[in-house]
């Protein structure tokens, strides 16, 4: 999958439901959060999440590593809803290539895994409720996309995201590239830190990665999280 401009993942000493699964040159690329006995739903966070957009998606393996994200969040979900994702991109610009969902990875999730797609950002909606969120199953959020009309989530909207996960809907936490600047991606921060997590600064990587170089770190996750990881290898 692709690597190139990133973000890094730091996980907090409390984090002990979080696997890091990716860290090219011991930088955090990729985790997850799972805890069964809590009942909550699963979550991805990726601090590569330009794969995501319409300029990353055709790279590689992202399509395959994207389709197999929503099945395994989907696994770990035990909302009333199912096979119904929203992507929420924290974006009021227009959409352009860099800041818009694939439309082939949408067409391929409806398509081919028969997901309900929603996309839309802080223009269409504005702000998010819990009556937008009760529709789904998984939640993408993504940050980054544009280096300066990104827009903090708020103190409620991150209360009410987490207590959707709370109750068994999965979430995706996606940041896009960070350029050159040693902050971090605040406006997601905030709901990141309700898992332990945050992101930071920025890492170049490799134009591509292979999962199998780091067949050293999978092993570590529990069993339950095998069937993902094995699919995007």
Same mark, same amino acid.
């Given at each position: 999958?692709?690597? &190139?401009? /990133? /973000?890094?993942?730091?996980? &907090?000493? /409390?984090?002990? !439901?979080?696997?890091?699964?990716?860290?090219? #040159?011991?930088? @955090?690329?990729?985790?997850?959060?799972?805890?069964?006995?809590?009942?909550?739903?699963?979550?991805?966070?990726?601090?590569? &999440?330009?794969?995501?957009?319409?300029?990353?998606?055709? =790279?590689?393996?992202?399509? =395959?590593?994207?389709?197999?994200?929503?099945?395994?969040?989907?696994?770990?979900?035990?909302?009333?809803?199912?096979?119904?994702?929203?992507?929420?991109?924290? @974006?009021?610009?227009?959409?352009?290539? !860099?800041?818009?969902? @694939?439309?082939?990875?949408?067409?391929?999730?409806?398509?081919?895994?028969?997901? $309900?797609?929603?996309?839309?950002?802080? =223009?269409?909606?504005?702000?998010?409720?819990?009556?937008? %969120?009760? #529709?789904?199953?998984?939640?993408?959020?993504?940050?980054?996309?544009?280096?300066?009309?990104?827009?903090? %989530?708020?103190?409620?909207?991150?209360?009410?995201?987490?207590?959707?996960?709370?109750?068994?809907?999965?979430?995706?936490? &996606?940041?896009?590239?960070?350029?050159?600047?040693?902050?971090?991606?605040?406006?997601?921060?905030?709901?990141?830190?309700?898992?332990?997590?945050?992101?930071?600064?920025?890492?170049?990587? $490799?134009?591509?990665?292979?999962?199998? =170089?780091?067949?050293?770190?999978?092993?570590?996750?529990?069993?339950?999280?095998?069937?993902?990881?094995?699919?995007?290898?």
């Amino acid at each position: 999958m692709s690597g &190139g401009r /990133a /973000a890094i993942i730091d996980k &907090g000493p /409390a984090a002990e !439901h979080v696997k890091i699964v990716m860290d090219p #040159q011991e930088k @955090s690329l990729l985790a997850t959060y799972y805890d069964g006995n809590a009942g909550r739903g699963g979550v991805v966070f990726d601090a590569g &999440g330009a794969k995501f957009m319409e300029d990353g998606a055709g =790279k590689f393996d992202n399509e =395959k590593y994207i389709r197999n994200v929503a099945k395994w969040i989907e696994d770990q979900s035990s909302s009333l809803s199912s096979q119904n994702i929203l992507v929420y991109i924290l @974006s009021n610009e227009p959409a352009k290539p !860099h800041n818009s969902f @694939s439309q082939k990875v949408l067409d391929s999730l409806m398509e081919k895994d028969d997901f $309900s797609v929603t996309v839309t950002n802080r =223009k269409d909606t504005p702000e998010i409720s819990e009556d937008l %969120l009760l #529709q789904y199953s998984q939640i993408w959020i993504f940050s980054g996309m544009d280096k300066s009309s990104d827009t903090l %989530l708020s103190d409620n909207e991150v209360e009410i995201i987490t207590e959707i996960n709370q109750f068994g809907r999965g979430l995706l936490i &996606g940041v896009g590239q960070q350029g050159d600047s040693a902050e971090g991606p605040v406006d997601i921060n905030n709901l990141a830190k309700e898992f332990g997590v945050t992101f930071s600064g920025s890492v170049e990587n $490799s134009d591509e990665l292979r999962v199998s =170089k780091f067949v050293d770190t999978l092993s570590k996750v529990p069993e339950i999280m095998g069937k993902w990881y094995k699919l995007i290898t």
